[in-house]
Antibody
Framework: QVQLKESGPGLVQPSQTLSLTCTVSGFSLTSYNVHWVRQPPGKGLEWMGR???????SYNSALKSRLSISRDTSKNQVFLKMNSLQTDDTGTYYCTRYSGTYYFDYWGQGVMVTVSS | DVVMTQTPVSLSVSLGNQASISCRSSQSLLHSDGNTYLSWYLQKPGQSPQLLIY???NRFSGVSNRFSGSGSGTDFTLKISRVEPEDLGVYYC?????????FGAGTKLELK
């Protein structure tokens, strides 16, 4: 069945780089787009960016200068890297699959990231 | 970037009554391919978001018919008839017509 699972460090120091992995199963990264969405504690959802089935990427305007999304199709993994982290980057980070019929149909459980010294 | 304005911020409803949430976009969400890429998601406490409505008015498989989406262009509405306890949470609209994609700020549905 379709699954997505985020993994990464729970704690990152300010000014450092965040590296997260979304490991997927039950579908191919060469057939579906995968997006990243984050949520600060007690706040709303923010679209961060996407990896398309063909390897193209798109990013949130406000994060574009410090965000990079990549993938390893042989390992069924999508990666998120964001540098120059600040405390307001604290939150839960989700990866989600975008179905061919125009919606996010499966989500990971999310991974909580705290930016603190 | 397209700004999605959701109102109200919070909504207090009695069980069995109707709830209505508005979502307005700063640009038309009608894509050149003829589709309107506006979705509604519900996030229950401690859970990942779940899809309710896609393409503005299509109910996702398994979603109760008490949920309905309507609207076009820049004005969209989610209606929940006969609110039940499992409907409580935060509702988000999301536009994926124009890059970068954007969410509304959310509407918290609470019990009166």
């Amino acid at each position: 069945q379709v699954q997505l699972k985020e993994s990464g460090p729970g704690l990152v120091q300010p000014s450092q780089t965040l590296s997260l992995t979304c490991t997927v199963s039950g579908f191919s990264l060469t057939s579906y787009n995968v997006h990243w969405v984050r949520q600060p504690p007690g706040k709303g959802l923010e679209w961060m960016g996407r990896m398309r089935y063909n390897g193209d990427t798109s990013y949130n305007s406000a994060l574009k200068s410090r965000l990079s999304i990549s993938r390893d199709t042989s390992k069924n993994q999508v990666f998120l890297k964001m540098n120059s982290l600040q405390t307001d980057d604290t939150g839960t980070y989700y990866c989600t699959r975008y179905s061919g019929t125009y919606y996010f149909d499966y989500w990971g459980q999310g991974v909580m990231v705290t930016v603190s010294s | 970037d397209v700004v999605m304005t959701q109102t109200p911020v919070s909504l207090s409803v009695s069980l069995g009554n109707q709830a209505s949430i508005s979502c307005r976009s700063s640009q038309s969400l009608l894509h050149s391919d003829g589709n309107t890429y506006l979705s509604w998601y519900l996030q229950k406490p401690g859970q990942s978001p779940q899809l309710l409505i896609y393409l503005a008015s299509n109910r996702f498989s398994g979603v109760s018919n008490r949920f309905s989406g309507s609207g076009s262009g820049t004005d969209f509405t989610l209606k929940i008839s006969r609110v039940e306890p499992e409907d409580l949470g935060v509702y988000y609209c999301f536009q994926h017509t124009h890059l970068p994609y954007t969410f509304g700020a959310g509407t918290k549905l609470e019990l009166k």
